[in-house]
């Protein structure tokens, strides 16, 4: 003891720590969100092994021979596989200013109202791409024109190619960008970019670890195709899938709903679930699903979310952690997998020789 009458020798007392201390992990796993979707995917696994051991009804020329407990092994691969993009996006960005996205949101009521009309158009939108597709005989217009990422064996016309990326760049991009950019910034809608820098680390970066991951899992027939067919075939493809499903998907989504989640709910996970779940919904369309049972509605509704609700996360991280929404085109979205994936398939489309 010293004259004072304290203990010295004890030191100071041990500060508790903050709330902000605690583990990332922990502060997830308390999110309702979080634990929903993870019950969520394990139910939907648990239901595949339950309905699907009959085999899957889809049509998929990429994945011949597919038992329903190999696309499951694939499927949650994918889904971890986005889980460390989405480390990798963390840790290049951790030194930059985050951006606020939810101030780039106008206030509650108005982004409530918004996101509600949005979200209805966009259905409204996926209803108008049905018909005028069956008009003429088409495939139904959704995000994916028909054959993309799994092929098909169904034939697709080219000008079915050109009119589903007109409808969906004028429907999704065009007449979206145009009321809400009267009304908004672009750096309000995330078109800007704060750090170019860091903007263009985290595409190449992202592009390059999602390329290697696509080469070496799928093996993509693009390796396959002659000079010529490439020469031609993968600027056609980059075209037409900017047009058809890259930019629809980044200013209906991506610029517009994404800030507006973010203020609704004031969660970044909650933001990044819903914009998978966005991004799934916009996909409804894809040619390969099957209705025409219960059994194959469930599976189609439940691959559908297996196919695009990890992509649609790991593009809303891109945008949130940069606040660019021009940031996933490139980095996760053109050319890996689209151009990759799929320029053998406009190759057949348009009889490149």
């Known amino acids: 003891m010293s004259d004072t009458g304290l203990d010295v020798a004890a030191g100071p007392a041990p500060v508790p720590p903050k709330p902000s201390q605690d583990r990332w992990l922990s502060r997830l796993l308390r999110e309702r969100s979080v634990r929903v979707a993870a019950v969520g995917w394990v139910a939907a696994n648990a239901l595949v092994v339950a309905v699907g ?11 011949p021979g597919r038992a329903a407990s190999e696309r499951l092994v694939e499927t949650n691969l994918a889904l971890l596989e986005v889980f460390a993009l989405m480390g990798v996006v963390y840790l290049l960005t951790r030194r930059r200013a985050a951006p606020d996205l939810a101030a780039r949101a106008p206030r509650r009521v108005v982004a409530r109202r918004e996101t509600v009309a949005l979200l209805a158009y966009g259905v409204l939108g996926l209803i108008g791409g049905f018909f005028l597709a069956r008009s003429f005989g088409w495939h139904p217009f959704g995000l994916h024109l028909a054959g993309t990422l799994y092929g098909t064996h169904q034939h697709v016309e080219p000008a079915e190619a050109v009119v589903w990326a007109a409808y969906n760049l004028i429907v999704y991009a065009v007449a979206p960008l145009i009321f809400f950019r009267r009304r908004y910034s ?42 010529r067919q490439l020469a031609l075939g993968v600027p056609l493809t980059f075209v037409l ?5 890259v930019l629809p998907a980044m200013v209906f989504i991506y610029a517009i709903l994404v800030p507006r989640y973010l203020r609704l ?6 933001t990044v679930i ?12 894809d040619a390969w699903t099957v209705f025409n ?15 695009y ?13 940069t ?27 348009f009889d490149i020789r």
């Open 53 to 63: 051991s009959g085999g899957l009804p889809f049509d998929w020329p990429t994945l």
């Open 265 to 270: 709910t004031g969660s970044t996970a909650t």
């Open 323 to 349: 606040g660019n929404a021009w940031v996933h085109v490139l980095a996760y979205h053109a050319l890996a997998p689209h151009t990759l994936g799929d320029t053998t398939h406009m190759v057949e489309v």
């Open 293 to 307: 049972s219960p059994r194959s509605a469930v599976l189609s509704v439940i691959f559908l979310l297996f196919t």
């Open 309 to 321: 609700f990890g992509p649609g996360m790991i593009k809303a991280v891109l945008t949130v952690r």
């Open 241 to 245: 899938y900017l047009a058809g499903a």
């Open 274 to 285: 819903l914009a998978g779940l966005t991004y799934t919904l916009l996909h409804l369309w």
């Open 186 to 227: 672009a750096t309000a809608l995330n078109l800007t970019s704060t750090n170019r820098g860091n903007d263009a680390l985290v595409m190449v970066v992202v592009l390059l670890i999602e390329s290697v991951v696509q080469v070496l899992a799928l093996k993509p027939a693009i390796l396959d195709l002659s000079t």
